[in-house]
């Protein structure tokens, strides 16, 4: 089993809406309505990889009951935490003739001492019957920002692998703690390292200085794929896997996607190239279709001949 952790969970509402420009009157084309945050949008691609996953975290009111009745009509195994205040709402306008999006988040509930207590009681639990664990998104307003490097440690006392993908200073704080990998894109990078970097030996660098953080691996998602450093001490590599980009329909969740494939991949104990290629895969499949976590399993696996993976030779001075 594996478990995907969303602590602020959303009602997504993805509109799409051809030569969007702002302050003009539009008509959508298509519109989607489904719950949403990054876990729950990694656990929505897990599951249509056809790997066990159970969604957790936290919802509340009337959103949050909605949460719960959609990722049961998709078939998903869910086991969160009610809270007393309401999940929060978001919006992605998504141009279909370009590919670009505009998304709109609500900040979310603020949740209770004695409700976080309860849920990392209950992912206690979980882990006990788990192989993976995966962290996505962000914190709700007012939890501390120290709170995902309690969970990751105690998912380490549990002797479970955890991925960490979220931003700012829970991302930071929970690196601290030692995730197995993180998957940041090129912009949380940079804010991670706090510097741009554009060349490719600008970014060996930026890879090295996100494990020195406390991360066992990195990986750097970017449109034509994922640059990353793994293994540890004299085995410690860095791997390219890229791909040619598909036109999108939409790029909202293929991050999202891409841990999803390499979570799978994991679990299935493949080799560190092999998740790399299986992540890219499907975060490029998943740019054919609007609302994020939504892929098609064979499309994607279809895919996976065109996934280019090398290995790079890291400069002597990283």
Avoid at 1 to 28: C, E, K, Y
Avoid at 78 to 103: H, K
């Amino acid at each position: 089993m594996i478990i995907s952790v969303t602590l602020n969970a959303a009602i997504d509402r993805t509109v799409a809406v051809p030569n969007l420009r702002l302050g003009h009157r539009h008509r959508s084309v298509e519109t989607r309505t489904a719950p949403g945050g990054k876990g729950i949008n990694v656990a929505r691609a897990l599951g249509l990889l056809g790997r066990p996953v159970i969604a957790t975290g936290l919802v509340g009111g009337g959103n949050g009951d909605r949460v719960l009745k959609q990722l049961t009509e998709e078939g998903l195994l869910t086991d969160f935490i009610r809270i007393e205040e309401e999940t929060r709402f978001n919006l992605a306008l998504v141009d279909p003739t370009s590919g670009e999006q505009t998304e709109v988040n609500e900040r979310g509930p603020k949740v209770s001492p004695d409700e976080l207590e309860t849920f990392i009681q209950r992912l206690d639990y979980l882990a006990g019957g788990a192989k993976l664990c995966v962290l996505a998104g962000s914190l709700p307003p007012g939890v501390d920002a120290e709170f995902y490097a309690r969970v990751v440690e105690t998912m380490k006392q549990r002797g479970l692998p955890v991925l960490l993908d979220s931003e700012g200073e829970a991302m930071s704080a929970g690196m601290r703690a030692g995730p197995d990998m993180i998957t940041p894109n090129k912009l949380e990078a940079e804010e991670l390292v706090g510097h741009e970097f554009e060349s490719r030996e600008e970014m060996f660098g930026v890879l090295q200085e996100l494990v020195d953080m406390g991360p066992a691996e990195a990986a750097i998602t970017l449109p034509e794929g994922c640059v990353a450093i793994v293994g540890e001490g004299g085995e410690q590599r860095i791997l390219e896997a890229v791909i040619e980009p598909l036109e999108p329909i939409s790029t909202v969740g293929s991050g999202d996607a891409f841990v999803a494939g390499y979570i799978a991949a994991r679990y299935d104990g493949r080799s560190p190239e092999e998740c790399l290629a299986y992540g890219v895969a499907c975060g490029a499949e998943s740019t054919q279709h609007l609302g994020a976590g939504r892929l098609d399993r064979g499309r994607a696996e279809s895919l996976l001949d065109s996934v280019e993976v090398r290995q790079l030779q890291m400069p002597a001075e990283v």
